[in-house]
């Protein structure tokens, strides 16, 4: 049973940072498909980032992220990681991450696992 756990979420003012943690259980860290989304209060959930293959470094970002956030991953702690820098207030969400059994299964069916959500709160 593959299970993702985020933490790392919390209350910043604008202009910090914030590192979430999405630590994998029940399957080896391996080089498939896994992603970042986010859902504000009252809004339906957004894509944030993916990584396609980490080998290569097949990383896609969401416009809105851009250059201030990059996913980054531990294969000794089986963990993928969010650096977040430079938080605004509209990036204020849960976060989830979520994982693929591979990329045709992404493109044929999405994200399979996904974790509870870490929430983030950004003030002005």
């Known amino acids: 049973q593959v299970q993702l756990v985020e933490s790392g979420g919390g209350l910043v003012q604008a202009g910090a940072s914030l590192k979430l943690s999405c630590a994998v259980s029940g399957r080896t860290f391996g080089d498939y498909p896994m992603g970042w989304y986010r859902q504000a209060p009252g809004k339906e959930r957004e894509f944030v980032a993916g990584?396609?293959?980490?080998?290569?470094?097949?990383?896609k970002y969401a416009d809105s992220v851009k250059g201030r956030f990059t996913v980054s991953r531990d294969n000794a702690k089986n963990t993928m990681y969010l650096q977040m820098n430079n938080l605004k207030p509209e990036d204020t969400a849960v976060y989830y991450c979520?994982?693929?059994?591979?990329?045709?299964?992404?493109?044929?069916?999405?994200?399979?696992?996904w974790g509870q959500g870490t929430l983030v709160t950004v003030s002005s």
């Open positions: 990584v396609i293959t980490w080998t290569g470094a097949n990383i």
């Open positions: 979520a994982a693929a059994d591979n990329t045709q299964s992404l493109r044929l069916g999405g994200y399979r696992y």
